[in-house]
């Protein structure tokens, strides 16, 4: 997995910001407080989750409203790139993942992704800050080996905290030979408690004669109650027994005559439908005979009723006639208004043609074109007209105006020109200045050196204290060397014990030693000599900074740059000449076309007027005008038109009615009415009394079908009814409907018996007694002995067992006697307290110890198959960060603990070696841990300022090893700015500058 990108949207005091084109080995600079905890933070959010609110680890929330969460870039090998965005949601928040090959998905696919690995493993693998060198720094002893090997294990200190963590709580439980812990405290009690228990026994040797007679007895009890129990259960069931015996038995003897009783078969209610279907017929047949006496007496009406057919073979005309009367009324009246509105239209043409002023023929106004297309044309027309004199005067004001900006620039330009420096001495002065150092140069380079100074008199400072220290140090330890030797010169001189004050004579040699070793003066010395070599360096620059060369080339640079400004202007002006010279062009180009558009209006108008049949001069000015009166003209002559036809048309209509009814009328009627209306009236009286007597004709036949349908309805159900008797006779096997009956009534009798049967098993299942009990007793041959047996039985043990519980009486009696004489039952009531307190408190304890011994078993495995390996790789980082000096790192024999091999072949406890070299360990186990034992897992290792204590020499090493990891991206968070040395500039971003950029919305 390779980091490509980082996109913050909100994520503690950062917002909106991008880290962009991160490679394989990325350093993160920056000072204290500039994000680097919350970038290393921000990754492991989006990776596995926000941090709930009830962990201790904080949750960097916006402060300023912006959305919580964002995005990384990263590709993953076999799958390609993929963007994780996480924002804010649920607890982790709601994550989403896009693959570059369009692939959606959330958690499960991140998952899959990360190789279903955890943050808290991701954390102790491949993500390391100052916390484990901090527990390096203050651990010792024992307590740093077992650091190193939880270390090399898990990647962390949880390993040993656990181990540690234990065997705390076993040594609060108990432990060999001590006295404080609370087992050890009531193991001793409970063995002074056994002793005291043991000697009040003696005294009380009966009393366990008594306690085992009582316990008998008491067992006798509770057999003799299971006996009486049994024998209760036994008598209730013999009981109910000769309860259900008799109906048991009856039940058996039923089922045996209706057995024998089966007969023919007879349809279930048999009987109750052939009586059914009797009472259904005898109405049936009564109806029948009604029925033919009603179609008789309709068929007689019917033949009385005759309706005129001349009248209702005309009926079409007649009610065609009587529905046009009122369009005949509005007919005539419609007349007579169009001859009032043709002389009003007659008079409103002659008035348009007079504003018109023309003559105009009816076939010149017809060809006159007054369609929608040239009502536009002509409104169009008339409307550029008016623009283009509108435009001729905007591009009169426009000339002005060019015309006025093209000649300020050509002034401008020319007074440019004459400023700017020939080519001759400007090629002069360039010449001269390439002979000469650059003074921009020379002063970076004076500031690159000022920061060396104060590096190195900072760090000559610091070298001085330490000197001061040791050589205080010195004197401390020979200061206590020589009082131990006085005392033991004076111990020999008092004694006259001349081996104490020969013993003294090395001791002197010591301080003597002390007091005139050399110091090691070597790092000081070679810092002195660097930093006197770039005060040397940065006096020379001083000179030639304040030499005449070059304040000459700075007024030289300065007439170069103000010739470069003035070329610029130039450059400038001549582009805006010829955007003005473009301007003044277009406007030249815009008369040109007003000409052409003015002529081609001028053309149009003229033959608009053509067309519309009017004069040039009215058209050039008028010609939306004149056609809109034309039109208007044009509409009138056309109404006018409609008129006429309109009043053809209802004379027309209204003679074809009055013709209509005057030829019905002479057909039907003996005289015709004096109006058409009246005849119209007639003739409607008589085609009604006519449809009223064919529709009672139509009535009564309709009754009559109605009838016949009815009668044979009655004739089909009597039918049906007699065929459903035959069907009950024939699954009888009955050959006539007495026959019938008398089956019906020994099937009858079947069915009681069968009810009187169910009504006995519902008895018998009330019963507390099952089918299989009931056949049981039912072989008994004299339950009534039995029944005599059982209660004689109970008899006997009712009578026993009062006996037995005197007995257990006065035994209690005795021994509460013994108990209550105070020493033995305290004593054994404490004894018991304190066994039972005791034995909580052991297997508590060795809950504690089945645990470190799962966790020994733990790390002896781990030992064995996986830590060869990891250590292996381990020596390899170890050789190269301390230069060959360390070779070799192995396991204790017993126990969770590391040793370490220098390279004479000398072997140290990680207590026993500096604090560089342990911290050297501790990284070359954690990198051994993500370059061996999960090497599967090629993800990024990211590292933050964990090696601040490290010199220049351990820091360089430290970072080739580093550059030397293959398969896994490094990041490195620093604020040490003289780290940066080590890196190239692509490889460092400065988190307050180059590589940082705010996100595009």
Known sequence: MKILEIHIYGYGKLEDAVYSGIGDFQVFFGENEAGKSTIMSFIHSILFGFPSRQQAELRYEPKFGAKYGGRITASFPGRGKAVIERVKGKSAGDVSVVMETGERGGEELLGELLSHVDKTLFQAIFSFNLHGLQNVHSMKNEELSKFLFSAGAIGSDRLAAAENKIQKEMEGLFRPG???????DQLKKLKQLHADLKKAEQKNGQYWAMAAERKAAAARIESLRNEADALGVRLYQLEEWMRMGPVHKKVQLLRQEAEAGTGGRFPPGGLEKLEQLNQNEIPLKGRDASLSARLAALREEAGKISP???????????????????AYGQLVQQAKQASYKIRKLEEESDQLKDRLHLRLSDEELEQADISIFMQEKTAEAQRKKQRLAEKRAELDERFSEEKDRLVSLEEELNQVNAALLPDE?????????????????LLRKREDLEGRSAFLKNAIRHDKASQQKQRAAVKIQALMVALICAGLIAWGLADSQWEFMLAAIPGFAFIAWLLLKKEDNSPSRFLKEELISIEKSMEELDERIKSPQAEGAFYLKERIEKDRQLRERQLQLNVRLQQQNEQYDKVIAAFEIWEEESAHADSLLAELGRQLFIPASLAQSHVHDAFMLLEKLKSVRRELRHEKAEAAAAEKAAAEIAGLANRLAELILEEAGDSVQETAFTLKKRLLEAQGKWNELKAKEAAIQELKEEKEQCVRELAYISEEKEKLFLTAEAGTEGDFIEKGIHAVKQEELQEEIRHLDRQLKLSSLTEKERVEFSAIPAPEAEIARCRETLDDIKKELPQLQDKVASLNHEIAMIEEGGLYSDLLHRFSLAKSEFNEGARKWAKYALARKLLENTAEAYKQEYMPEMLGKAEEFLSVLTGGHYVRITPKEEGAGLLVEKGDGTLFE??????ATAEQVYVSIRLALAAAIYKRYSFPIIIDDSFVNFDHVRTRRMIELLRGLRGHQILFFTCQRHLLEHFHPDEAADLQGRKVQLADN
């Open 308 to 326: 005129d057919q001349l009248v209702l073979d005309h009926e079409k005309e007649i009610l065609s006639l009587h529905e046009k009367m009122p």
């Open 178 to 184: 001590g006295k404080i812990p609370v087992l050890n």
């Open 425 to 441: 001495e400007l090629g002069e002065i360039r010449r001269r200045l390439a002979g000469e150092s650059d003074p921009e140069s």
């Open 910 to 915: 990680a207590n026993e070696l500096s604090q």
